[in-house]
Each structure stands twice: as C-alpha cells, then as structure tokens.
T-cell receptor
Framework: GNSVTQMEGPVTLSEEAFLTINCTYTATGYPSLFWYVQYPGEGLQLLLKATKADDKGSNKGFEATYRKETTSFHLEKGSVQVSDSAVYFCALNSGGSNYKLTFGKGTLLTVNP | NAGVTQTPKFQVLKTGQSMTLQCAQDMNHNSMYWYRQDPGMGLRLIYYSASEGTTDKGEVPNGYNVSRLNKREFSLRLESAAPSQTSVYFC???????????FGSGTRLTVV
C-alpha cells in the first residue's frame, strides 16, 4: 500500500537558516505529491504540489522536487522566518487510493529569532 | 469565499452522549473527508465520500457514522461518545484526484 515517511521532529532553527525536511514515499503507479502546512490552532493548508517526476513545486519561498529515482519529495527553504514555525505534512495520492491522500506524521518546525 | 466550514469549533461531551459534527463546502468539490488528528499520530482518515451519494470507511471508522447530505454537506456523527474519541476533527474537500485538499479549521472535541 501507499505510505509516506517524514523525518522526525521537532526541528529547531534560527532565523535565516536553511531548512530541509525529508520525505520519502512508497506508492503504486505515479503518485501526485503534496506538502501541507498547519499553523498553531488552524487547519492544514496546501503549501505546494508536484504531479509528475522532476516537477518542482514552489510557494512562499519553499520548494520541493519530485524525485522518482529516490522516491523522495524533500521540502527546502533557503532562509526561514519566525512566521514559518508550524507543522509540515508530506502527502501523496496514487493507484487504487486515488480518492484519498496518504499523509506522513508531520514535522514540527520552530524558528527562533 | 468561505471554503470549508466546520461547526462547532469546540465541544465537550459526557461519555455516552451523541453529537453531529457539521461540514459544508462552497467550492463545488466532489470528494469530502473526515480526519482526526491526535498527538504523535498524524492525521487518520475516518470516512470519506468520493462523490455525492457514496461513503466509504477509512482507517478508523469504528464509533462513527457519516452522511453525505448533498454535494455541499458531509456530517460526522458520534452515537455514543467515548474518551478515546477526544481529538481534533478536520473536514476536507477536493475537486478531483489531481488536486490537493481544502481543509476546514477543525473541531476540538473533548469527551469526559
């Protein structure tokens, strides 16, 4: 079946540091891949997505590249801000579960001034 | 443009009580979902509705029922609440499989 594995948190960084949150997946077929962000006390928001191999999703300075050869979709940002503090979820949909997204467990990011 | 609206935002129930969580979307999305979020567990799918008139079980359906009332509305019912159902519940919708979900802001439920 489909599964998503994210790096365990929490991740604590200083402002302007470089961010990487690793995400690898197992899926049948050719999945679409997503990153969601959840700010404290809120629901999840779609951050970016990629629907085929070598696509790069980007939004708000965040980027992730769909790597089929390594089954990965790592989230990166060159210079984080305090306002980026949130929980980040990697997700996919593929194959027989086209109607449902499979989520990773989430990674808590805290950015200190 | 309201997106996905969940009511109520907070609720406290006594063990054995029943309640219905309401969800409505105004984006003409086909699929709707109910998730629960617990510390250390991520998001777990309770039930989903791929299209109007259909519902299917997710990973953790026991103790819950759902109704897809029409294309806009998808409710989640707890018939006899248990402390293990204390959680934050999220409703989501999606136009089709190529798109991501749009989430509501959640219902924080405590069962005492």
């Amino acid at each position: 079946g489909n599964s998503v594995t994210q790096m365990e948190g929490p991740v604590t960084l200083s402002e302007e540091a470089f961010l990487t949150i690793n995400c690898t997946y197992t899926a049948t077929g050719y999945p679409s891949l997503f990153w969601y962000v959840q700010y404290p006390g809120e629901g999840l928001q779609l951050l970016l997505k990629a629907t085929k191999a070598d696509d790069k999703g980007s939004n708000k300075g965040f980027e992730a590249t769909y790597r089929k050869e390594t089954t990965s979709f790592h989230l990166e940002k060159g210079s984080v801000q305090v306002s980026d503090s949130a929980v980040y979820f990697c997700a996919l949909n593929s194959g027989g579960s086209n109607y449902k997204l499979t989520f990773g467990k989430g990674t808590l990011l805290t950015v200190n001034p | 443009n309201a997106g996905v609206t969940q009511t109520p935002k907070f609720q406290v129930l006594k063990t054995g009580q029943s309640m219905t969580l309401q969800c409505a979307q105004d984006m003409n999305h086909n699929s709707m979902y109910w998730y629960r979020q617990d510390p250390g567990m991520g998001l777990r799918l309770i039930y989903y509705s791929a299209s109007e008139g259909t519902t299917d079980k997710g990973e953790v359906p026991n103790g819950y029922n759902v109704s897809r009332l029409n294309k806009r509305e998808f409710s989640l019912r707890l018939e006899s609440a248990a402390p293990s159902q204390t959680s934050v519940y999220f409703c989501a919708s999606r136009l089709d499989r190529g798109n991501g979900y749009t989430f509501g802001s959640g219902t924080r439920l405590t069962v005492v």
